[in-house]
């Protein structure tokens, strides 16, 4: 079955980094463009970071750009999300996410899957 399985969260103190990792299977990992959003306590879910299937194009929300980098190894079917400078807002549980459009002759339809999530904290 499909499986999406994060690691790396932890506590870490301001100033320091921290790189998340996020092991797929079940799915035709290559073919999914991949991202990396989180959720703290009584906000929504955003997205911090997204890759496409081949590696070769990237976004980055604004308030983490320049201390983040995602990247991804289709031959392990992993990817990963390198953070640096934390701050105490970064906390949150960081979720992997793999999406692909389809299209059939009946139209498009999105083949979406969420890993569990893994916590980061940010404290002194």
């Not at 797929?24 to 906000?43: C, H």
């Not at 992993?78 to 459009?101: G, I, W």
Request: aromatic residues 8%.
């Amino acid at each position: 079955q499909v499986q999406l399985v994060e690691s790396g969260g932890g506590l870490v103190q301001p100033g320091g980094s921290l790189r998340l990792s996020c092991v797929a299977s079940g799915f035709p990992f290559s073919l999914y463009d991949m991202s990396w959003y989180r959720q703290a306590p009584g906000k929504e879910r955003e997205l911090v970071a997204e890759v496409t299937s081949a590696g070769l194009s990237t976004i980055y929300t604004d308030s983490m750009k320049g201390r983040l980098t995602i990247s991804r190894d289709n031959a392990k079917n992993t990817l990963f999300l390198q953070m640096r400078s934390l701050s105490p807002e970064d906390s949150a549980v960081y979720y992997c996410n793999a999406l692909r459009v389809i299209t059939t002759t009946q139209g498009e339809h999105n083949d979406e899957y969420w890993g569990q999530g893994t916590q980061v904290t940010v404290s002194s």
